[in-house]
């Protein structure tokens, strides 16, 4: 069983910066796919990043491609989503999610363990 808690969220500018972090127990990072997805009102989940299991390999979204970013941190156990050039439209909740499959997906389906989520607004 894995346990991971978002945080980090908040309201932020138009072209400002963000960094959400993902704090996993009870399993390695190292031994599990890491993503991010994200869900704004009214719409379905959306992948936002993945990192692979020995953070060698990303995959991001074409919509943060260029402006997000999943630094990670072993030694915490630790995953982060830097957000930068933010822009209204990421406005959503963030989930962090993590799967034991040995790729990098984009499917929420993928993934078995989840956040609770932690909500970033981009408004001025």
């Known amino acids: 069983q894995m346990q991971l808690v978002e945080s980090g969220g908040g309201l932020v500018q138009p072209g400002g910066s963000l960094r959400l972090s993902c704090a996993a127990s009870?399993?390695?990072?190292?031994?599990?796919?890491m993503a991010w997805f994200r869900q704004a009102p009214g719409k379905e989940r959306e992948f936002v990043g993945a990192?692979?299991?020995?953070?060698?390999?990303?995959y991001y979204a074409d919509s943060v491609k260029g402006r997000f970013t999943i630094p990670r941190d072993n030694a915490r156990n630790t995953v982060f989503l830097q957000m930068n050039s933010l822009k209204p439209e990421d406005t959503a909740i963030y989930y962090c999610?993590?799967?034991?499959?040995?790729?990098?997906?984009?499917?929420?389906?993928?993934?078995?363990?989840w956040g609770q989520g932690t909500q970033v607004t981009v408004s001025s």
């Open positions: 990192i692979s299991r020995m953070g060698l390999s990303t």
């Open positions: 009870g399993r390695a990072i190292s031994t599990v796919v």
């Open positions: 999610a993590a799967s034991a499959i040995g790729y990098l997906s984009g499917s929420p389906k993928e993934y078995d363990y």
